[in-house]
């Protein structure tokens, strides 16, 4: 059995190739319970977690086990350890175990992008981008690789961050504008934005729906509680919507949880799952004026794609 390490998982992976990849896993036929998230100590303000995400399909059977210690950073810990484990579909040999926090980041931007190749208008040129955290490089990284953007405007609490994001972004992609958004200017990047993608862990809306111009997509990942959101209710509602996963985003997500609650959404609202789109089920955009939304909160296949692809590269 392989042991395989983030710097490994590094090393391995690009969106050239998962992009493709994660498209074939979604299309194909693949098992994926229900995630389980187990509060450590149910009712304790620090909300130490564990969970478990298991998946298979006819090549491999995984499960992804992290722990999810949010005031660990007070300690000098991180506040999230992940792992993958995969077997052999065939006899149910244990196959590898993959570091799963690098796994994650590229699988989390690479499931974007792919869900931008479908919904987003192929000639899309600026994009607003909400967060400066460890997400951010993969996630501007991803977008760029399946749409030809000429601007990308990043808006962060944090100027010194929004600097260096900038910094390291133009190195990888000197033909693109990296430019700084202010918040007094995020009304206006937003109305002339083509996308609009959101990787922070803001509680409330970063901007509102009636900002969105006709053909903008907009891509939220960065929220995953019931009570919090990324965009308000508006933005759902002009919005045709799409998820990863059902059972995930509609167990977790405020953003279409909220709505819910109003009274304003239904779950028989949301187009399609990642996997119709992939498939070929359910066609993505249907015109240049539609407004398209893609909510992501991550899933165990998008993990076993990723993790198995790595194997592969490393067999």
């Given at each position: 059995m392989k042991i395989i390490e983030k710097e490994q998982v590094h090393k391995t992976l690009n969106f050239k190739d998962l992009i493709p990849a994660l498209d074939q896993g979604f299309?194909?036929?693949?098992?994926?319970?229900k995630r389980q998230v187990f509060e450590l100590a149910p009712g304790c303000e620090k909300h130490n977690a564990f969970a478990v995400l298991p998946a298979w399909n006819e090549d491999v059977i995984g499960v992804k086990s992290f722990t999810y210690f949010p005031q660990n950073a007070d300690a000098g810990f991180d506040s999230?350890?992940?792992?993958?484990?995969?077997?052999?579909?065939?006899?149910?040999?244990?196959?590898?175990?993959?570091?799963?926090t690098s796994v994650t980041f590229w699988r989390t931007a690479a499931v974007s992008a792919l869900a931008s190749r479908?919904?987003?208008?192929?000639?899309?040129?600026?994009?607003?981008?909400?967060?400066?955290?460890?997400?951010?490089?993969?996630?501007?990284?991803?977008?760029?690789?399946?749409?030809?953007?000429?601007?990308?405007?990043?808006?962060?609490r944090n100027a010194d961050k929004v600097a260096s994001l900038i910094a390291q972004m133009q190195k990888r992609h000197m033909n693109v504008e990296f430019i700084a958004c202010e918040q007094g200017n995020v009304a206006k990047a937003v109305k002339q934005a083509d996308?609009?993608?959101?990787?922070?862990?803001?509680?409330?809306?970063?901007?509102?729906?009636?900002?969105?111009?006709?053909?903008?997509?907009?891509?939220?990942?960065?929220?995953?509680?019931?009570?919090?959101?990324?965009?308000?209710?508006?933005?759902?509602?002009?919005?045709?919507?799409y998820v990863d996963s059902r059972t995930n985003v509609l167990n977790e997500a405020g953003e279409l949880l909220i709505p819910m609650s109003e009274g304003a959404f239904s779950e028989a609202d949301v187009k399609a799952e990642l996997s119709q789109l992939c498939s070929g089920d359910v066609s993505g955009?249907?015109?240049?004026?539609?407004?398209?939304?893609?909510?992501?909160?991550?899933?165990?296949?998008?993990?076993?794609?990723?993790?198995?692809?790595?194997?592969?590269n490393q067999a």
């Amino acid at each position: 059995m392989k042991i395989i390490e983030k710097e490994q998982v590094h090393k391995t992976l690009n969106f050239k190739d998962l992009i493709p990849a994660l498209d074939q896993g979604f299309a194909g036929d693949f098992n994926m319970p229900k995630r389980q998230v187990f509060e450590l100590a149910p009712g304790c303000e620090k909300h130490n977690a564990f969970a478990v995400l298991p998946a298979w399909n006819e090549d491999v059977i995984g499960v992804k086990s992290f722990t999810y210690f949010p005031q660990n950073a007070d300690a000098g810990f991180d506040s999230l350890y992940s792992k993958i484990m995969l077997f052999s579909r065939d006899h149910g040999v244990p196959l590898a175990l993959v570091d799963g926090t690098s796994v994650t980041f590229w699988r989390t931007a690479a499931v974007s992008a792919l869900a931008s190749r479908y919904l987003s208008k192929k000639d899309s040129e600026s994009m607003v981008f909400f967060g400066t955290g460890n997400l951010s490089t993969y996630m501007i990284s991803a977008h760029l690789s399946v749409r030809e953007l000429k601007k990308v405007s990043i808006v962060g609490r944090n100027a010194d961050k929004v600097a260096s994001l900038i910094a390291q972004m133009q190195k990888r992609h000197m033909n693109v504008e990296f430019i700084a958004c202010e918040q007094g200017n995020v009304a206006k990047a937003v109305k002339q934005a083509d996308i609009i993608s959101c990787a922070t862990g803001s509680a409330t809306p970063l901007f509102k729906g009636e900002w969105l111009k006709p053909g903008a997509h907009v891509d939220l990942i960065g929220n995953h509680n019931h009570d919090r959101r990324e965009c308000d209710t508006q933005a759902i509602l002009n919005s045709s919507v799409y998820v990863d996963s059902r059972t995930n985003v509609l167990n977790e997500a405020g953003e279409l949880l909220i709505p819910m609650s109003e009274g304003a959404f239904s779950e028989a609202d949301v187009k399609a799952e990642l996997s119709q789109l992939c498939s070929g089920d359910v066609s993505g955009r249907k015109s240049d004026n539609e407004i398209t939304l893609f909510k992501s909160v991550g899933t165990a296949l998008s993990d076993l794609v990723a993790a198995h692809l790595v194997y592969k590269n490393q067999a």
